[in-house]
């Protein structure tokens, strides 16, 4: 462990939940499930311990569900929302765009005890999503907006589940969202607002805009605004909240193929200046123990092994694991095989530094962003366009 800076940052409050690191993880599509949630929050629990502080740890966000495919009880769907029963608070993000379909699923959510924490997704990029409407692109349609926030927030304030939002600066430079929408949420009595500093058509290209998250702070006078964006490591965290004057943070790419980045950042906002360097066998160890908390959520090996190639790369960042042994791992099928190629590398090789920082994950580059004809000329939905943004809903539906 090397030792750095430090912040400390009050607890985040998220309606009845007290977060004691105000840290979130962010949603991930295929990365965020019961799996990998359950390791980062092995992580995030060190962490605190080394700061000293008890309670929960930091907030761990399901990867997104689509509303209508919860509402259909699509058996994937229901699979997604299972929770380890360690986990508290349960949060599940979904995904709508129709307000009476995502009221429904919030209903099932709180009614049937299956949730503690709600997200509602107007970030996702995506071109099938955002050609009909839905996503980053939805803001824009400031009545249907506020229809799903306010639909959402009323079914979930009886049962005293706090119902929070993430969403994106806007479409383009040119169509911003993200002040308007962020006021509107805090109207309709959303617990909290959570701002990814980039547009659409960045998609994940580029640098976020920080100056985004604090101008979006000055705006949001009476509930936590979280930042997201290009956090790397604490010491991006303790940054980001020091110059947006950000109530906590989300991570996304950030921890992807390093969970243990929770606790360097638990770490760094209870005043703790320890932070992880794992050798290569603990960094195998780590990756191994995933596999095995997959099968447990497959409920089959192969699939688990399918699933855990994805991270692989991520988790050798910079290490001298050799091209030969890291392409046979991005086809490792069983536990037997993994634990093979594991034991064909050193486990003693060191921390490799900067080369194993830094960027990881998709980055891409700028783009048009695909949206229903004539989106952009009015701010109010159309009957024309009520038909797009149900599409929206089914081009995703199965959870």
Known sequence: MTTTSTAVLPPLQIGRHTIESPVVLAPMAGITNRAFRKLCREYGNQGLDQGGASGATSLYVSEMITSRALVERTPESMRLIEHDPEEDPRSIQLYGVDPATVAAAVRMLVTEDRADHIDLNFGCPVPKVTRKGGGAALPWKRDLFEAIVRGAVREASPYDVPVTVKMRKGIDDDHLTYLEAGRTAE???????????RTASQAYSGEADWSAIARLKEAVKTIPVLGNGDIWSAEDAVRMTRETGCDGVVVGRGCLGRPWLFTDLAAA???????????????????????????????????????????????????????????????????????????TMDPSATWPGEAAEGQRGRAGSPRHVALPEGWLESRELSEAHRQAVAEAELSVSGG
């Open 187 to 197: 109207r309709a009595g959303v617990a909290a607002v959570a701002l990814h500093g």
């Open 269 to 343: 906002f209870a005043g703790a200046p320890a932070r992880v360097e794992p050798t290569l066998g603990e960094v195998t160890a780590t990756m191994r123990r995933h596999t095995e908390y997959l099968i447990d959520f497959y409920d089959d090996e192969y699939k688990a092994c399918r699933d855990i190639r994805k991270h692989i790369a991520w988790y050798l960042k910079g290490f001298p694991a050799g091209s030969t042994v890291r392409h046979q791992l991005a086809l490792v099928d069983s536990m037997e095989a993994l634990d093979r190629l594991i034991a």
